[in-house]
Structure formats: structure tokens, C-alpha cells
């Protein structure tokens, strides 16, 4: 069961507004980190995906309405280019070996990940996501995507030159910097996403950057923990129910779900305390 089935706690989630097109009902998928590989959560809304992120401070509490929500966690969702979480898959999917550029493959059979099946979720944005990364050959009414370097290489750089533009709008300091210095944090918040082989190193040796510098996290450039099932602060709040292990820390938790579906309205204890007074 994934962290999230079987949850009825309310939780606080900042997210986009959904666009006008699509019904606007969002669906939760279990999908890989595209450098750990490892589980992480994603929000997709109306065609939009979203990377989900955990923040908790020691003590804390919301407003939510006229009730009081308990767990004073945030949950954050920013938009997230799918081009990062399809290229791993794509590159595994070509099957190149030495100068050979790889095999075709239909987009179905690329998406198709074992024990993921939230990839399927993301074939309605995989074509536009990812053409221009590809070469496409088009047979009857069936098309087949091979990944191409040359093109996955110019698409790095223009994200490279957005990033760069941005961060000199979100900081002044940055127009007092060498350049170099700028493009190589523009390519450490791109390794976030990626592996160093083949793209970081790929992109690097274009941009004549040393892959050690760039590795370096970017100065303040804050990253909240991604929501992942194996997550030790996502557990913590949102339990499976299926799982009969609970640590202290999770026990406390179940104990204050009961006194959340017993909480009154907020507007019901001030008229309370108002009639006491008269």
C-alpha cells in the first residue's frame, strides 16, 4: 500500500492553481527520483506534474476553516519538467551500446515500468515532452522514440541559460559574479535531477566547466525534503494503515488523529466562551 492510501487526516498542501482545462482532480504517483531512483511522490493535475516536498517544524499547528489541523507539516508541490523524470527511462529504453545510437521503441512499451505503474498516468504528456529530445519514425499509424544525445545536449544548455537568467532577477549578487561561476550553479540545481553520466558530465565538458565545481550544491538555494515512501518525516505523518510496525514517534501521531476527529469549530468555542461571560 503506498503512504498516502487509507490516510483521512487532514493535511496542509500548497500547490498551483490547476489550470482551466481538465476537470482539476489531481492523482497522486509513486514514480523514481530521476538521480536517486529511488521512490518519490508526485502530484499530476490537468497535464501538470508536480514533485512533492516535506517540511515540519518541532512544534507547530494550522487553521484550516474553523478547525484546527495538528500537524503542523507542509506539504508543498512545484511544477517539475517531466523531460527530467522520462530521460533515465529513455536511456535505458534505446538500449545504446558504444557508437551505436539504439533502438526505436513505441512509447507504451518505453512508460512501462515494473511494480510503477504510475508511469502510464504520464502517457498523455510523454509525446510532447519528449520529441524534441528524439528522434521519431513514424510506421502506418504507430510511431517509435529513440533518445539523441545532440539533442538532449542543446535542450541541457537552454535550461542552463533559463537558469542563469533567473537566478540574476531572484539575486542581485549574481550581476557582481564571473560567469563561469554562474553557469556552474545553474548546473549543480540541474543535478538535482540527473546523474552525473552521461548528462552532467556531457553538459559540463560543452560548457568547459569542471564536473566537481558544478557538483557543488548552489549558495542559497533552499531544498526541502522530497515526499518519498521511504521517507522516515513522510511516515511520520502520514501512516499506512496496513502496516502493524509503529514506532513512539508514530504512536504519538495515531493518538492525536483521535482527538482531531473529536475537535470542535472554532466558532463554537468562542460562542461558548461568549455565553460563560454573559
Known sequence: M????????????????PGETGNGIGQMLSLRHPKSRNT????????????????????????????????????????????FIFLPIFEEAR?????????????????????????QHLLSIAENSMQVLCDVKEIGSSKFFRLDDSKVLAWLYHKVCELKKTLS????????????DTLADAVSILGEYMKDEPWLKLLCNHLKLDLAEANRKAPDVEILSTVTESNPGSQSVLQDKGSDKKSTRTGKQAKKAKVETESKSIKEMFSRASRRRN
Open 40 to 83: 518519490a511522490c508526485y502530484l499530476l493535475v490537468n497535464g501538470l506534474l508536480q514533485e512533492l516536498h516535506w517540511f515540519k517544524q518541532s512544534y507547530g499547528s494550522w487553521f484550516v476553516g474553523d478547525y484546527v489541523c495538528e500537524d503542523g507539516s507542509l506539504y508543498t508541490a512545484t511544477p517539475v519538467d517531466p523531460v
Open 169 to 180: 532577477v531572484l539575486d542581485k549578487n549574481y550581476a557582481a559574479r564571473q560567469e563561469k
Open 2 to 17: 503506498a503512504w498516502w492510501e487509507g490516510v483521512d487526516e487532514t493535511r496542509l498542501l500548497i500547490a498551483p492553481v
Open 95 to 119: 538500449m545504446k551500446k558504444g557508437d551505436d545510437p539504439g533502438k526505436f521503441r513505441q512509447l507504451d512499451e518505453i512508460v512501462f515500468i515494473s511494480g510503477y505503474p504510475g508511469y
